[in-house]
């Protein structure tokens, strides 16, 4: 499920800012926006245009998941990631071909 309040988006920037040592002034500049606009962004005071969003994401070197989706999201991720670890190439491109069949059947 896709993470709609701002401030926990805010939050998840502000976190993934801290690790990467940058503060907002820094950011902004490599996302090529205001460090008022960043700050606001950070503080869950308004929304970003998608532009915005992914030069930011480029910046802090994270990816649009990481801000949007919930833990259970992640959970799930996760999970999937860990039994495919354990799969040999065969059964991985396997794997992928049973997925991509799924999901072509839903449409």
Known sequence: MLEKDLRK?????????????????????AAEISDRTFAD???GNVNMRVETMAAICGALGITPDELFLTEDD?????????LL?????????????????YLSSLS
């Open 9 to 29: 988006i805010g939050n998840r920037l502000y976190e993934a800012r801290k690790r990467k040592g940058m503060t907002q002034a820094q950011v902004a500049e």
């Open 41 to 43: 962004i950070e503080r």
């Open 74 to 82: 992640k959970a799930d991720e996760t999970e999937i990631i860990r």
């Open 85 to 101: 670890a354990d799969c040999t190439g065969k059964e991985k491109d396997t794997a992928l071909k049973l997925l991509q069949a």
